[in-house]
């Protein structure tokens, strides 16, 4: 029997994905969307156990970016970047995944991440320096997460400020076709070129600190090995790596948490009335509204998910956001509670969970103590989610009245 469709790339879906994902749990929980050509997850169980499954792999760059960018077939551009995301951390699986996600470690254990929180700390301030203390309008998403999102990175790899701008232009164009592809040539060829042009950047930034090491995370990475020339090629492609996942993500899940507050008045009161809420609050923000809403693994072998044959070389997403929102891990799913605990899959679990996490969470933590300072948040005007994709999803601008 032929799988009813299931629009999960249509406008209607990133506006508000979870009626369509709640449909999917119910009538199709493994269902195959002939346009990508790819299998998608929507059930708690089937998500956890195929991000563990080792017959699911993460050495998926080619049929991955040929799937999203069809314009691009049997060019040149599409094989360089094919060859650099190959090596990626998230296209990698043992032994090699194992050894190059060793020593991503070194940049993020608890104490290198606390180290940080003074500068997440100090970008917040700035972003809030334009909104006067009587209160004034803020663009959530410009002029507050973006920034905060943007310089965090800039600190953790110690980028200077006069590259900051094509640090940023070229992150987005590859984002931009990283979740949802490109069908058109334009977009496409823009990140293949951005690829290049923030490959050479990064390079170039892990050449001086291996000169000059100083106390930001690409010494860390770095380590005692900084005289062996694989290791400072790894750590290049590995940050590329960094700025790929922890950019737009950062950007978007303050957004998408700002909002789920804007929309639950109530639960904004209880933060705001209720000492020490602020930590599951960030968990269960997490859950409901994550700004990333799946993963995707390729099928090494033929396969059996939930009585659907998949066969070996298709792509598989296990849709994070739908397993965070199954009643069957989570009771009464569609309410937000922010005292509710337990972990989302939001970060994903498995040898490939995010390590960005403890960070992310970091961020979200200092941007909500820095918005809450004002007693009454209030949403101006409208929003909507263009330019979202299944990597990232976020409001495309959010503005809010900030007042005391
Ligand atoms: C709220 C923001 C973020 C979200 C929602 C998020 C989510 C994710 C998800 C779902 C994965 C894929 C896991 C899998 O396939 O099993 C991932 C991987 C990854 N993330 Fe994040 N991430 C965020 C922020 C960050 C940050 C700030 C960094 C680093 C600066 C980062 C670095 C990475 C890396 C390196 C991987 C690849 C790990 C591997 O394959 O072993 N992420 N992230």
Same mark, same amino acid.
């Given at each position: 029997?032929?799988?009813?469709?299931?629009?999960?790339?249509?406008?209607?879906?990133?506006?508000?994905?979870?009626?369509?994902?709640?449909?999917?749990?119910?009538?199709?929980?493994?269902?195959?969307? $002939?346009?990508?050509?790819?299998?998608?997850?929507?059930?708690?169980?089937?998500?956890?156990a195929a991000v563990r499954d080792r017959r699911l792999v993460n050495a998926r760059?080619?049929?991955?970016?040929?799937?999203?960018?069809?314009?691009?077939?049997?060019?040149?551009?599409?094989?360089?970047?094919?060859?650099?995301?190959?090596?990626?951390?998230?296209?990698?699986d043992?032994?090699?995944?194992?050894?190059?996600?060793? *020593?991503?470690?070194?940049?993020?254990?608890?104490?290198?991440?606390?180290?940080?929180?003074?500068?997440?700390?100090?970008?917040?301030?700035?972003?809030?320096?334009?909104?006067?203390?009587?209160?004034?309008?803020?663009?959530?998403?410009?002029?507050?997460?973006? @920034?905060?999102?943007?310089?965090?990175?800039? $600190?953790?790899? /110690?980028?200077?400020?006069?590259?900051?701008?094509?640090?940023?232009?070229?992150?987005?164009?590859?984002?931009?076709?990283?979740?949802?592809?490109?069908?058109?040539?334009?977009?496409?060829?823009?990140?293949?070129?951005?690829?290049?042009?923030?490959?050479?950047? *990064?390079?170039?930034?892990?050449?001086?600190?291996?000169?000059? @090491?100083?106390?930001?995370?690409?010494?860390?990475?770095?380590?005692?090995?900084?005289?062996?020339?694989?290791?400072?090629?790894?750590?290049?492609?590995?940050?590329?790596?960094?700025?790929?996942?922890?950019?737009?993500?950062?950007?978007?899940?303050?957004?998408?948490?700002? *909002?789920?507050?804007?929309?639950?008045?109530?639960?904004?009161?209880?933060?705001? $009335?209720?000492?020490?809420?602020?930590?599951?609050?960030?968990?269960?923000?997490?859950?409901?509204?994550?700004?990333?809403?799946?993963?995707?693994r390729l099928a090494a072998e033929d396969l059996e998910i939930?009585?659907?044959q998949i066969r070996q070389g298709e792509?598989v997403?296990?849709?994070?956001?739908? $397993?965070?929102?199954?009643?069957?891990?989570?009771?009464?799913?569609?309410?937000?509670?922010?005292?509710?605990?337990?972990?989302?899959?939001?970060?994903?679990?498995?040898?490939?969970?995010?390590?960005?996490?403890?960070?992310?969470? *970091?961020?979200?933590?200092?941007?909500?103590?820095?918005?809450?300072?004002?007693?009454?948040?209030?949403?101006?005007? /409208?929003?909507?989610?263009? /330019?979202?994709?299944?990597?990232?999803?976020?409001?495309?601008?959010?503005?809010?009245?900030?007042?005391?």
């Amino acid at each position: 029997m032929a799988s009813p469709e299931y629009p999960l790339l249509s406008k209607n879906f990133f506006a508000d994905p979870y009626p369509l994902l709640r449909r999917l749990r119910d009538e199709c929980p493994v269902y195959y969307h $002939a346009p990508l050509g790819a299998w998608f997850l929507a059930r708690h169980d089937h998500c956890t156990a195929a991000v563990r499954d080792r017959r699911l792999v993460n050495a998926r760059a080619r049929q991955l970016l040929s799937t999203l960018m069809p314009a691009l077939h049997g060019t040149d551009e599409l094989a360089a970047m094919i060859g650099q995301w190959s090596r990626l951390l998230w296209f990698l699986d043992p032994p090699r995944h194992t050894r190059s996600r060793g *020593l991503v470690m070194r940049g993020f254990s608890a104490a290198a991440i606390e180290r940080v929180r003074d500068e997440v700390r100090a970008s917040v301030e700035d972003a809030l320096a334009s909104v006067p203390g009587g209160g004034g309008e803020l663009d959530v998403v410009w002029q507050f997460a973006d @920034p905060i999102a943007l310089e965090v990175l800039c $600190a953790i790899f /110690g980028l200077p400020g006069e590259l900051r701008a094509d640090f940023r232009r070229w992150t987005t164009d590859i984002m931009q076709v990283a979740g949802a592809g490109a069908t058109d040539e334009d977009p496409a060829l823009r990140a293949t070129d951005s690829s290049v042009k923030l490959f050479g950047l *990064l390079a170039a930034l892990v050449e001086e600190r291996r000169a000059r @090491p100083g106390d930001d995370m690409i010494s860390r990475f770095l380590g005692d090995d900084r005289d062996d020339p694989a290791v400072l090629e790894e750590v290049t492609i590995q940050c590329f790596q960094m700025v790929g996942a922890g950019y737009v993500t950062s950007r978007n899940q303050i957004a998408c948490a700002v *909002l789920a507050l804007l929309e639950h008045p109530d639960e904004l009161a209880r933060l705001r $009335a209720t000492p020490g809420l602020l930590g599951p609050a960030i968990e269960e923000l997490l859950r409901f509204a994550p700004s990333v809403l799946t993963t995707n693994r390729l099928a090494a072998e033929d396969l059996e998910i939930g009585g659907q044959q998949i066969r070996q070389g298709e792509l598989v997403f296990p849709i994070l956001a739908s $397993a965070n929102r199954d009643p069957a891990a989570y009771p009464d799913p569609d309410r937000l509670d922010l005292a509710r605990g337990g972990r989302p899959m939001t970060f994903s679990i498995g040898p490939h969970y995010c390590p960005g996490g403890p960070l992310a969470r *970091l961020e979200l933590e200092e941007a909500l103590q820095g918005l809450l300072r004002f007693p009454s948040w209030q949403l101006v005007g /409208g929003f909507d989610y263009r /330019g979202a994709s299944l990597q990232d999803r976020g409001p495309s601008q959010l503005r809010v009245r900030l007042g005391v």
